[in-house]
């Protein structure tokens, strides 16, 4: 059964620990494989695959932290297309 879950956000003393073994790394691993996995890795406007992950990578202000969102409707839109 597909869930609904499409946005997270962690705060900032969560996010300290950039550890690729952490528990944590893996949890925003797994959410971004299952976005993917059903599509919502993409823009809605340009079916673009850009940045609609989790952050990864070990940029501390960025770890952990979903791009592309948007809070008032929570459909997801890259960078070119973001809707203001």
């Known amino acids: 059964e597909e869930g609904a879950l499409k946005h997270l956000h962690f705060p ?3 996010r300290l620990n950039e550890s690729t073994g952490s528990d944590f ?3 925003l691993d797994r959410f971004n494989q299952m976005l993917c996995v059903r599509g919502l890795n993409r823009c809605l406007k340009c ?9 990864l990578g070990f940029s ?3 770890y952990g932290i979903q ?6 409707c929570s459909k997801h ?8």
């Open 12 to 14: 900032r003393h969560w």
């Open 25 to 27: 790394h893996q949890l």
């Open 47 to 55: 079916n673009g695959e850009r940045e609609l992950t989790v952050e």
């Open 60 to 62: 501390l202000d960025d």
């Open 67 to 72: 791009f592309g969102t948007c809070y008032a």
């Open 77 to 84: 839109y890259c960078e070119d297309c973001s809707v203001i």
